[in-house]
């Protein structure tokens, strides 16, 4: 099953960070480009233990819905999200939080299998963890950007 470890590191709290790591709004602002919106579920605010949100996305010129469901939670060093429904076989995104400088280091680790068993493994050699490494940096880089200027103000307030 690959495997994608992110280290990014945030000037801002630990508390902010977690709740921006969590935010649905955030998320969707994170991925405009693929035209996400939450269907289901949780929709908007800050998802919790035991809450899902169903996304609806566009990869690879594909409409396609993902529904994920917090599975761990321990504000505010970690929380793991899991695929419930979706294109993947099966995945599990880990969010790990720790005070750094003065700040935090958020480490995120993705473990999915892709379906189709054989041509599953071949499309993640050729494309598929280029993709989702891709839009996990975006997304991190989102959320620094909102926790190190004030905007993280707007959606946590």
């Known amino acids: 099953m690959p495997r994608i470890e992110l280290k990014t590191e945030i000037k801002a709290d630990r508390n902010i960070v977690f709740d921006l790591s969590r935010s649905i709004d955030l998320h969707?602002?994170?991925?405009?480009?693929?035209?996400?919106e939450a269907i289901a579920g949780k929709t908007s605010g800050l998802i919790g233990l035991n809450e899902s949100v169903t996304w609806r996305a566009k990869h690879f010129g594909i409409y396609q819905k993902l529904t994920s469901k917090i599975t761990e939670f321990d504000k505010p060093n970690y929380f793991t999200d899991e695929m419930v429904k979706g294109a993947f076989a099966e995945f599990k995104h880990q969010h790990h939080f720790t005070e750094l400088n003065g700040g935090t280091l958020m480490t995120d680790f993705f473990d999915y299998k892709s379906p189709l068993g054989l041509f599953g493994k071949l499309a993640d050699k050729l494309f598929l963890k280029k993709y989702m490494t891709d839009l996990l940096i975006k997304r991190n880089l989102i959320v620094k950007e909102f926790a190190e200027s004030n905007k993280w103000k707007e959606l946590l307030n």
């Open 28 to 36: 969707k602002i994170s991925t405009l480009h693929t035209n996400e």
